[in-house]
């Protein structure tokens, strides 16, 4: 394996924020840590950059031991929330900081920074003062510092948390063409379950320090391994099934008829969303959401009698 994380773990005042952590990155992969706040994925993040000691448990980059490894010594680029810019500097001098202390002739060290702001759109940004530019362009121009330090790993920490929603979608897209052009290895820390579904390889979801299931976006949202990974990725109805059991259906998985169905409710709230309208149904003591695409000719209303079928 390119990275493993073997039995990291870190407490702060006797909380544990980060509990025996196991974890392996293959060459070029883009692994999404996903979990709520407090949950350990920004200290995981950190012990891996080497800005927080771990109390034990190793980091292991291509079979090489780098737990003790100063932050500046480690091959790693990390991506900050607050990108950490420098406001007293131009777009240029930001995106080469980094690369001074490698010892680069001034002309080498433009050469490789224009080439990355390039590859980012922002070339035409080169002087322009980082304190006047957007917060997508901002989040850019750290991109950019990162990756042009050539890191064997690069780290970002909820890059996208400071944008709208759109923006979002779009900055998401873009590092997911960077990443896989360049083929960094990368871990992506955030809190946002589209965006680890849309841009990663593979997901590792944490609660209380621990981890709760990895595997693809695919699999974490068809298969969860826990209730607790059924509720944090996308939304779920959890309904009785047979003895003890309890079943977890997926709104979209559900269908509503007039006619015949599994289940009889009475449709309590609808909320239109573009792609779909979703149903609130209420059956017995409790509430189903349903997902019913917009395209579909039969709409429903508060108070109608529906069946519904999973």
Request: hydrophobic share 35%.
């Amino acid at each position: 394996m390119y990275l493993q994380l073997m039995g990291l773990s870190k407490s702060y005042n006797n909380i544990t924020a980060v509990d025996d952590l196991h974890l392996e990155l293959d060459k070029g992969e883009l692994l999404s840590i996903l979990g709520p706040s407090g949950c350990g994925k920004t200290t995981t993040l950190r012990m891996i950059g080497g800005f927080t000691p771990a109390e034990s448990g190793k980091v292991i980059l291509e079979g090489r031991d780098i737990s003790t490894t100063p932050p500046n010594l480690r091959p790693t680029a990390t991506v900050f929330q607050s990108y950490a810019l420098f406001q007293h500097m131009n777009v240029i001098q930001n995106v080469c900081y980094g690369l001074k202390f490698q010892k680069l002739g001034k002309k080498e060290m433009l050469g490789q920074g224009e080439e990355m702001l390039e590859m980012v759109g922002l070339k035409h940004y080169r002087n322009k003062p980082v304190n006047q530019l957007s917060g997508g362009e901002q989040q850019r121009v750290a991109l950019a510092r990162a990756m042009v330090m050539n890191p064997k790993v690069l780290l970002l920490d909820e890059p996208l948390s400071n944008l709208d929603a759109k923006l979002r979608q779009k900055m998401r897209k873009e590092i997911r063409d960077i990443q896989k052009e360049l083929g960094i290895t990368t871990l992506y820390v955030t809190h946002d379950q589209e965006e680890a579904l849309s841009i990663s390889d593979r997901i590792a979801v944490m609660n209380h320090g621990r981890l709760e299931q990895v595997g693809t976006p695919r699999t974490v949202y068809n298969s969860p391994a826990s209730r607790f990974v059924a509720e944090f990725i996308g939304r779920i109805n959890f309904l009785a099934g047979k003895g003890e059991q309890i079943l977890a259906v997926r709104p979209e998985r559900i269908t509503m008829s007039e006619v015949s169905g599994s289940l009889l409710g009475t449709i309590a709230q609808k909320q239109f969303t573009g792609a779909y309208t979703t149903y609130f149904v209420r059956v017995s003591d409790h509430t189903i959401e349903v997902d019913v695409p917009s395209l579909e000719d039969r709409e429903w209303n508060p108070d109608d009698v529906v069946y519904l079928s999973y």
